[in-house]
Structures are given as structure tokens and as C-alpha cells.
């Protein structure tokens, strides 16, 4: 093999698979369309993408990390020989690694961009491909339409591994440590490590698995992690830090009661959790107790960002506080780009991405996780009474989500319909607002709310309700299920 090669374009290529990003990156089926060739030519493309637009102070450097699927580690060193062949430094990770720790790493190497191959919470048949800006945050949606433009604008080019590593144009390096680091000066880690605290993480089989047994060790926490071998198949679930994927885990706790279970998705960068004895604790109330904890307890300020998805407690308790709330739609890149802006509290989504201040424009789901830590030490009281505490203060709330298969060649129509006939009324209250920059939204006067929206990963509506009880927000969810019946 020579030192470095051109791949020209086979002549099939009219027929390669199309290249489209979706929420947050690109992601396919493994070995269907997300294959060595296809990340070949997304790598290819990212790199002219970087070469045609060079960032002022950046280095001519990407960082490349992966999680713990199929081959992941394969695909994460054919994108390494792509961008070691278009002449840039590569970094690659020396182990699967969260996905915070890649967007860090880039940030503090001052790197063009970095890529992760990883598919976050999908389905363990499918694997993807992130893409990270300069600024250590997920990519614009003005940089993912860019490199979409030119796939396949220029032959492939890649050096081989081994003589990229003896080059040193390539260097592979432990990620996880700098961000553990990064991840201690941003919390009261004293306050912690003398706290007691009792604390269980369920890792579904990602690559969070050991990230907080290695952060307190040596502390006066007693850490339990649970699914943490490496299972490429994520134990028969998607690794996604929703309640319905918790049973088995739940259930152990039921037994083996903790202070807290945190739960982190296949790449670690979004966050769940259950009370100690297995009892729901859904990622809305993490993101409220967070909200409260930073303004009460930390005496912290600034304008707090919130995708469409999140709970309307985050208004009122905006509202509550004196906050300038921002707005924006469904995806953490959207978020990370308030953040780039500065001056932003706390940044939320529904799936449990949550941005902290001081940190990377990006969700972090084992900061997140300390976080919840300094809130019990700081405290002193049950996770539970804290969650009683919050409904009290600010009023009842209850949310539901329903997944349903769709067909993507219909999701047009059925937003084209929603728009045009919403309902007046939402449980007898007059609808007062109606959002369609993202799928659509329907806000009734009473601040319950229905929305219906395309997965922008996979062949999947999902139809999004809250209300204030859980009875009410089931009749709404049956609401949003009429409403695709209709097209």
C-alpha cells in the first residue's frame, strides 16, 4: 500500500446512498447505508468543507472520537485517514469516549472540528456520524447544508493508518481524562467528595460506563454502576434515558435502594434518572431541579435557552425569577448557538441534553450528573421531596411523549394538515398560540400543550403533550394521534 492513495468516485456512484443530516448529524443503518465508503465520502466532505472555510485562530487540526457500537472504532479510523489525507492533524481517541470529551477537546486544542461516530440513543442497528464546530459545539445547520453540497465535489483522499501514526499525522490520545478534569472545576467537588452520597449509574451499555466510579473515586461516595460491560447491542433497548428503557434497572434498585440513579444515553451527552428506589424522575424535572438549584443555591443568572419540547414549568419559573427565556427549536445545536452568544444560565432540551455555563456549548450528560450530585450535598434532602418541593412552588405538571412509525414521505402533508386544522381548544381550553417552525405546536390558555413532530433521525413522529395531571396529558397525546389519522 502506498503512503497515501486518491480513491477516485466509482462510476456507480449516481446510485450511492444520499447523504442528509438530520437533527444532529448524519446517522443510517450499519452496513446498509453506513458503511466505509459512505463515511469515506462524509468524511471527504467535511474536510473540503473545513479547507473552503478555514476559521480565524483554529488550527488545521480535527479530533475524532467514537462510542461502543459495531465497529465504531473502524469507522473513527477511516474518518482519521480521510483527514490525515486531506492534510490536517488528527487527534484520535485511545478508547470509546463521551461525547462532551470530543467537543472539549477541540475547543481547548483549538482544533477546526472534530467527529464523532456514534448514533447518541439510536437503535444499536444504527450507527452516525456528528460533526463538531470550532467553538466545541454541535455544527449549525448552515455548516451541515455545507458539507451536504459537496459530497461527492471531490475524489477521496486518505493516508493509511499506520503510516499516518508513524507521520504523526496522526496521534491518538485518552480523551476522558481532560474532561473529568474540566467536569471537577465546574462543581463544589468538595462538597461532594465529603457528601456520603449513595449513587447509582445506569450506563446502558455506553460509553459512560465508569466515568463517575473513576470521578469520586476515593471520595466518601459509594458508586454503583449497572450495564456497563461493553454490549454492542445495548442489552436488547435503545440506549435512550427514558423511562419505558429503565425496567430492569428500576427494578434492581427496588432492592437495592440509592440516594439517586442517574442514567446516560449511548454516547453520555444526554441525561435521565430515577429516584433511588427505582421511581420515575423524568429529565423535565431534572432540568427544573437544576434550574432552581442554580438560581437558589448557586445565586447565578443570565437567559436560560429551552427547545420547543421542554416543559412550560421552565416559563414559570422564569418568570418566577426574573429570567429572560429563549426560545428555540427541536435539536442541542440550536441551543448551542444561544450559548455561543454568551451570557446564557442554563441550556435545556427535552431528551435530556442540558449546557452548563463556563463549559462548551454543548450537552453533557456526566457534568449533568455531578451537577445533581452538588445539588443533593448542597440540599440535604431526598431527591423526592426536592421533586415534591418543585410542584408545589410552581404549580402540577405532567408530560408524555408517544413514539409512533410514520412515513417520512408524509410528514410534509401531516404538518401542512395540523397547520390548517388545529383544534380551538385544547381540554376546554381556548388554544392561544401556534408554532410551526418546527413540526407544530398547538398552546392552549391554561399552558398545557400538543405537538407533533418528525423525528430528524429516524422514520418516527413523535407527538408530545403536557398538561397538569397525567390523565389529561394522555386524553391530549390521543388528540395528537387523531390528528394522524387524518393524512
Known sequence: MQPWDVVSCPSGLLMAAKIKFGTDGWRAVIAEDFTFENVSRVAQATADYWKAHPVAGAERKVVVGYDRRFLSDRFARRTAEVMAGNGFAVVLSDAPVPTPAVSLAVKTQKAVGGVMITASHNPAEF???KVKASYGGAAETEMCQ??????????????????ALRGKAVTVRDLRQPHHAACRKLVDFDRIAKSKLRFAHDAMYGVGAGCFEELLAGTSCVVTTLNAEHNPLFGGVSPEPISRNFARSAAWLKEHPHDLCLVTDGDADRVGGMLGDGGVLTTHQIICLLLRHFVVNRKQTGRVVKALTTTTLVDRMCERYGLELVETGVGFKHVAAEMVR??????FEESGGIGFPGHIPERDGILAGLMLLELLATERKSLAALVSSLGKEFGPFAYARLDNAF???????????????????????PVTRIQSADGVKITAQDGSWLMLRGSGTEPILRIYAE???????EKLLQVGVKLTKQV
Open 127 to 129: 450507527n452516525g456520524f
Open 146 to 163: 455545507g458539507i451536504e453540497e459537496v459530497v461527492d465535489a471531490s475524489p477521496i483522499k486518505w493516508t493509511a493508518f499506520d503510516h
Open 342 to 347: 454568551g451570557g446564557v444560565l442554563l441550556g
Open 407 to 429: 412515513p417520512i414521505e408524509k410528514r410534509t402533508s401531516l404538518m401542512e394538515y395540523c397547520k390548517l386544522n388545529t383544534p380551538s381548544k385544547l381540554l376546554k381550553s
Open 467 to 473: 398538561a397538569r395531571t397525567p390523565a389529561d396529558a
